[in-house]
């Protein structure tokens, strides 16, 4: 299995930036779709947003889109989760998957370990 760390997580006003990463290790990220999910306290994990092998198809959850920008590098082992005009209720840990590229959990089969996102209003 591939293993991944995500970082870029932190405190910020309502209305900012942030930008994930989530670096693979192990196993190449070249033939896995992408995905990010979150989870808020005392709230069920929910999918963020995910991305194909190549890049070419993207698909987001209705609460970020407009918002939200998944993307990767191949060649850096990373993908990203730019993150703008943050609100509180994204307020959650993130986690990035390495599977299907698509909006279901259960077609994942790696996992970071997540990265806190506090969105102060």
């Known amino acids: 299995q591939v293993q991944l760390v995500e970082s870029g997580g932190g405190l910020v006003q309502a209305g900012g930036s942030l930008r994930l990463s989530c670096t693979a290790s192990?196993?190449?990220?070249?033939?896995?779709?992408m995905g990010w999910f979150r989870q808020a306290p005392g709230k069920e994990r929910e999918f963020v947003a995910a991305i194909s092998w190549n890049g070419d198809n993207t698909v987001y959850a209705d609460s970020v889109k407009g918002r939200f920008t998944i993307s990767r590098d191949n060649a850096k082992e990373t993908a990203y989760l730019q993150m703008n005009t943050l609100k509180p209720e994204d307020t959650a840990v993130y986690y990035c998957a390495a599977g299907s590229g698509r909006r279901y959990p259960d077609e994942y089969g790696s996992w970071g370990q997540g990265t806190q996102v506090i969105v102060a209003s």
């Open positions: 192990g196993r190449s990220l070249s033939p896995y779709g």
